[in-house]
């Protein structure tokens, strides 16, 4: 699980990335592109929502054993990681609409 959280926490954090990047350096009027990259990123934050869902609803499985116990710190960590991400996608949506 700790792989998996991992390496779908990287993939939403790169596609994030990219499609932020994509859009700037698309050719179009700054209004359409802080639109476009809102909604993405408002797409993004629900993704990120979604999976601390996920991860909280795992949490609340009673802990087995040494290895259960490690899967919760891997969890804790991850759960971490992705509020710090919805945090800095809340702060960039903050940043586009007041540009607008």
Do not use: C, W
């Not at 609803?57 to 991850?78: C, K, M, T, W, Y």
């Amino acid at each position: 699980m700790s792989k998996t959280t991992d390496n779908l926490i990287s993939f939403l954090a790169g596609a994030a990335a990219g499609a932020i990047l994509g859009i700037l350096y698309a050719p179009d009027k700054g209004t359409n592109t802080r639109e476009r990259l809102t909604y993405k990123l408002e797409k993004y934050k629900q993704k990120l929502e979604d999976l601390l869902e996920e991860i909280m609803d795992e949490e609340a499985e009673p802990v087995l054993s040494n290895a259960r116990s490690e899967g919760e710190r891997v969890i804790q960590d991850a759960r971490e990681k992705a509020e710090k991400l919805l945090g800095d996608v809340d702060e960039l949506i903050g940043q586009i609409k007041d540009k607008k």
